[in-house]
């Protein structure tokens, strides 16, 4: 295994002090539990946005903390859920007045420890599961996992509490969002997660891995590895049977790199997507393509699509002021 | 070799169309010869700033154009000088009566292909030369190596341009900045350029390349795998003896990922090198962490340290509307 670190023991708090000392404008990094959280206080009556589950995604989620988005993220240790302890004490430090939403991704491990959060929090909370990976089929067993669509719910729900949605009215949007939400991954190589120092899964040279999980969980099926067009044309296909978007409809399209794939790739990627839906008579209104929904050093990328209309859009728009995505502020 | 493509042939353009269609609010792609511009037009009597290299760097130096940064991008093939048609084709373009300056990494065909443009071209223009990369011994042969430090040159410039400067008054800043930046490198692994379907060089797992090129070019030396903080306190030592910053200056730190290595260990090194400045009195008023000048998937990264006087600091803080670094617009 080659890393940058000092000891698999202390690679989550250096890194999380790193993150913030380089970010010290917009976040501050509280250590005993871990958790990151806006520097300036939000505006009294604002819903409180909280996500996390396990770190090895980053940006995602402390790279989303900041105006327009989220009020704190809590990062497990790598792969692990976060512990109620840290939410907890991320949501007495940013509660203002208009309650608590935990915006969480649907891992066994996050939802329990969120919900236990929820039982012993003070003030109005609820929560919203983000379960947007089609790879899966929806009805076996602990239901669809959550990925890169995370992102897109996060910044829509987030300039909605901003603008002063309530909590009602944020868990509402959140689930239309998620509804409107369709991803799947394709991995061409494992990640290492530090403390096992060896990969996570065995994958051949000439194969790939369709439908994997951010964490390299198995997906749909192994495949011989084809181009691009070929992958772009099977994962597409499986989203766009599951939200079957009107011809004229407006969509976003997010390519998410998993860490190891170059930009030059995720370009090429994107342009495929695009194309996609394009000849379908879709309208792809806006895009996001990059790093954002991490598995360590993986290559490999996902897509995902979300239907948008008018308010999803404009909210979409909205400034946003954060580590990873940043404009009209 | 395991990437997302359809053919080493058509990847470069596939993926700048994809790149242009995700960005189509702030570039245009052009592909005959290739070259990627604003879309809006800049201020007419404004410096055009064009820069380029080799492609597998990305997302320098597409996704730094836009509004306060450069004018227009030549991209060459995968580790490739760019063609003087591409940049005088990108200069005629984007040339406005405010004469041409080219950004020009140090590389022989770099300099050799810009230096031909500009003989070709028929308005005022200069180069300025970004020699950042302060392993290689300054009376070595070539001179040293433009890396990580030309998006911090690009950015400053830019902001710059776009505030009036005239070309002698950007060439000259330009000199500045490259003057008070230095970087180095270091690779974990190599990375795989897609035409020739195999690492540029071998390393062992318990080796790492120190002062290693944005090519995979052999550095200064190669040692065994050290802790985090060794390598920091390595890589820190040899800036630091070069620009020898005084107690209470301000510098910008910039952390730059070679691309396969995660956003975690990069805010972890981040963490480090601003403690060894910070424990010298040295103000680290400004920072970057990031794949911003990248070698495909290589994994490591570069540490850049900027001095910083007024004028660089509030140019640096000045708005840009890119594909990659955006923020006051």
Chains 1, 2 share one sequence.
Not at 99 to 107: D, P, R, S, T
Not at 168 to 173: D, E, G, H, N, T
Not at 188 to 215: Q, R, W, Y
Not at 237 to 265: M, Y
Request: charged share 20%.
């Amino acid at each position: 295994m080659k890393k940058f670190l000092n000891s698999t023991d202390t690679l989550l708090e250096e890194s999380l002090r790193g993150f913030a000392l380089a970010h010290a404008d917009i976040v501050r990094y509280c250590a005993e539990p871990h958790y990151i959280a806006r520097i300036a206080p939000s505006r009294p009556g604002k819903v409180a946005l909280i996500s996390g589950g396990g770190s090895g995604h980053e940006p995602l989620h402390s790279g989303f903390v900041g105006f327009g988005m989220l009020d704190a993220a809590c990062p497990g240790q790598v792969f692990t859920s976060p512990t109620p302890d840290q939410m907890l004490a991320a949501a007495q430090a940013v509660e203002n007045g208009g309650g608590v939403l935990f915006i969480v991704k649907n891992y066994a491990g996050d939802v329990m420890n969120f919900e236990i959060a929820g039982e012993m929090l003070d003030c109005s909370h609820d929560s919203l599961l983000v379960h947007d990976d089609v790879s899966i089929p929806e009805h076996q067993g602990m239901g669809r996992r959550g990925i890169a669509g995370t992102t897109i719910v996060e910044k829509i729900v987030g300039a909605a509490a901003e603008a002063g949605a309530d909590l009602a009215a944020c868990k509402a949007l959140g689930e239309k969002v998620v509804h409107a939400t369709a991803s799947m991954g394709v991995a061409l190589t494992s990640c290492t997660v530090p403390a096992l120092g060896k990969p996570t899964f065995d994958i051949a040279d000439n194969e790939m891995e369709m439908g994997v999980g951010i964490h390299g969980e198995r997906g749909r099926e192994r495949k011989q590895l084809a181009s691009a067009s070929e992958i772009v044309d099977y994962l597409a296909a499986i989203i766009d049977e599951e939200l079957r978007p009107a011809r004229g409809q407006s969509v976003l399209l997010h390519v998410n790199g998993f860490g190891g794939t170059p930009l030059l790739e995720l370009n090429l990627i994107y342009g495929l997507a695009y194309q996609y839906w394009s000849q379908r008579g879709v309208n792809v209104a806006r895009s996001l393509v990059g790093n954002y929904t991490t598995s360590l050093d993986m290559a490999g990328c996902s897509l995902t699509l979300t239907l948008l209309d008018e308010e999803m859009l404009k909210l979409w728009d909205a400034p946003v002021h954060t580590a990873a995505l940043r404009w009209g502020c």
